[in-house]
């Protein structure tokens, strides 16, 4: 017999009141949803998404099943790079609304029982900012030039900058200014575009100006902070030298000077002293690039942040013996420090995965289109096995409408900075922000109120059928799938919660673990071959990747690429 979807029918979440108490650690098994602001909802029918855009979208991701929405930077900026330089820590940029829409927003999600994170720019400011302008004005002699790093070039004439450190983005992490008189001066770092310069976390008032942003910010009701570059803050004392180049490709695998500094810990302990000091359990979230989870551990030790992102978890390819080593390796390292693992496949600096996974293995950042129809399939495959795991998942908006990255845009109309700059990053990150559909047969899609109206990216014609409103109510979806994995997940104790999966035996190529608690237990069934797999049936099918799995005397055919929730 074939066994469909059991019933989904998911809870209603409580409102939750800015400044209420918490009775659990919500932050260690949330499913926290990635809301890219200018890509999401446009309510002025600007082209630009905005924070009223998504306000109106609230109740969508309330009834998608989310505990936490995190907005990525919707701060005063120059947008250099997409609200990642910013001009001022305590304003939105009026593309985006006023503080006045920022305070609506975070309040209407409480009332619907969802969690606000936003991002927080540390490692680096625009080079519009109020500091860095006064700096640049007042000359060599300004002291403001120390909260960022100025320091003097190499060769006869300062001509040469003062290391070989290079940009994340390409090219020279060094820029040299102008003195007032119109002469070059001094250099200044930036480990990303030159319109981004690193503050020095070594000077007080950078330390002291940090901690009123984060209780500015918790004063107005949020939940939490992403924390952009956590890994970058401080830099090693004297600013060595690297040796070669191509540094890019040392990233990940060493600590580098400007990066993963122990340095970095005694802040992320005195933001921790703050969040403390806030009721409703305010959480710190560290995207930390690290060698190794194990060093990714250090952030999220009990008297530091909460979660850190698991990036060795979104770069493992699909198969079964690197998914198994990479959980065993994430649930061992945090477990010692108390912390959850979290778990995430998409986000805006990546290709999505469901285009990752329809090409050969090969990194995070992917050109070609690949397989759709395969990416797809191991993408809501990937997506039940995430959810499955103990700790906090994160999804990437539109990810639950199985949307490919758009790899095919043309040069024109991209705006990643690293596309422009020569030995950077790939500089295609566009693909994965293409701004989502909503509903209708014509672009924007529901984007923004008006058919045939704009969008800052164009938006491919076959995204008519990947809208919201073409996926609701169609159990073969992969919106329907996510709403019912996430009913599922709420309904089911056995899964997020707790720190261990008792791995059972299965086929080559598959994945299965049992969860258990004191409601009940879960299994978890992953093929990741290409090929129809028999496997035992350990009780009844609570959700299938491919929709339905047949299952006759107490064995199940699993199908290629896909994933089976069990209730034991």
């Not at 066994?3 to 409580?14: F, G």
């Not at 002469?183 to 000077?203: I, S």
């Not at 990194?363 to 997506?383: K, N, P, S, V, W």
């Not at 809208?467 to 169609?474: H, R």
Request: net charge negative; aromatic share 10%.
């Amino acid at each position: 017999m074939t066994q469909n979807l059991a019933d989904t029918s998911r809870p209603a979440a409580a409102p939750i009141a800015a400044n209420a108490g918490a009775t659990r650690d919500w932050w260690r098994d949330a499913v926290i949803y990635q809301v890219y602001p200018r890509s999401f909802a446009d309510a002025n029918g600007d082209g630009m998404g905005d924070l009223p855009g998504v306000r109106s979208r609230l109740p969508y991701l309330r009834d998608l099943g989310v505990d936490a929405v995190w907005l990525s930077p919707f701060y005063a900026s120059p947008q250099a790079d997409a609200g990642y330089d910013v001009a001022d820590y305590r304003a939105v940029d009026p593309m985006f609304g006023s503080l006045l829409d920022a305070d609506a927003l975070i309040r209407d999600a409480h009332q619907l029982g969802l969690r606000i994170i936003v991002d927080l720019v540390p490692n680096h400011s625009s080079d519009q900012h109020e500091w860095f302008q006064r700096a640049l004005r007042d000359g060599p002699a300004s002291p403001l030039r120390d909260r960022y790093h100025f320091r003097p070039g190499k060769g006869e004439n300062g001509e040469l900058p003062p290391n070989d450190w290079e940009s994340i983005f390409g090219g020279p992490a060094w820029t040299r200014s102008t003195d007032p008189d119109g002469t070059p001066g001094d250099w200044y770092l930036h480990l990303f575009a030159p319109e981004q310069p690193d503050f020095n976390w070594e000077n007080a008032a950078v330390a002291d100006e940090f901690r009123s942003i984060l209780r500015f910010w918790l004063d107005m009701g949020v939940d939490g902070f992403r924390i952009d570059v956590a890994h970058g803050l401080v830099k090693a004392q004297g600013l060595p030298d690297i040796g070669g180049s191509d540094q890019l490709k040392l990233l990940g695998n060493d600590v580098m000077p400007f990066f993963d500094q122990d340095g970095v810990h005694e802040i992320y302990r005195s933001w921790r002293r703050i969040l403390d000091e806030y009721p409703g359990q305010r959480i710190g979230v560290a995207e930390a690039w690290t060698p190794t989870v194990q060093r990714t551990a250090n952030y999220v030790r009990p008297d530091e942040l909460h979660q850190a992102f698991n990036f060795q978890y979104l770069g493992t390819h699909w198969d079964a013996a690197a998914l198994r080593e990479v959980i065993d390796v994430s649930l061992d390292s945090m477990r010692p420090v108390d912390a959850p693992t979290t778990w995430v496949l998409s986000n805006h600096d990546v290709t999505r995965h469901a285009t990752r996974f329809g090409n050969p293995p090969g990194g995070t950042q992917i050109r070609t289109a690949g397989d759709r129809e395969l990416g797809l399939r191991r993408a809501r495959a990937a997506t039940l096995l995430m959810l499955a795991l103990p700790g906090s998942a994160y999804l990437y908006q539109g990810e639950e409408l199985g949307l490919p990255d758009v790899t095919d845009l043309p040069d024109e109309v991209r705006q990643d900075p690293s596309f422009f700059r020569q030995a950077g990053q790939d500089g295609f990150r566009d693909g994965c922000r293409v701004p989502i559909p909503w509903s209708g047969t014509e672009a924007p899609y529901g984007f923004g109120p008006t058919a045939g109206g704009p969008s800052w990216l164009p938006q491919p014609a076959e995204w008519a059928g990947l809208s919201v409103e073409a996926q609701t109510g169609d159990p073969t979806s992969t919106l329907e799938l996510y709403r019912s994995a996430l009913a599922v997940r709420r309904a089911t104790p056995a899964l997020g919660a707790g720190s261990e999966v008792t791995w059972l035996d299965g086929p080559e190529g598959t994945l299965t673990f049992r969860r258990d608690s004191a409601e009940g237990s879960f299994v978890c069934t992953v093929n990741t071959t290409g090929e129809k797999v028999l496997v035992g049936a350990p009780g009844r099918v609570l959700l299938c990747s491919t929709g339905s799995v047949e299952v006759n005397a107490g064995e199940a055919v699993l199908e290629a690429d896909s994933t089976v929730w069990w209730a034991v």
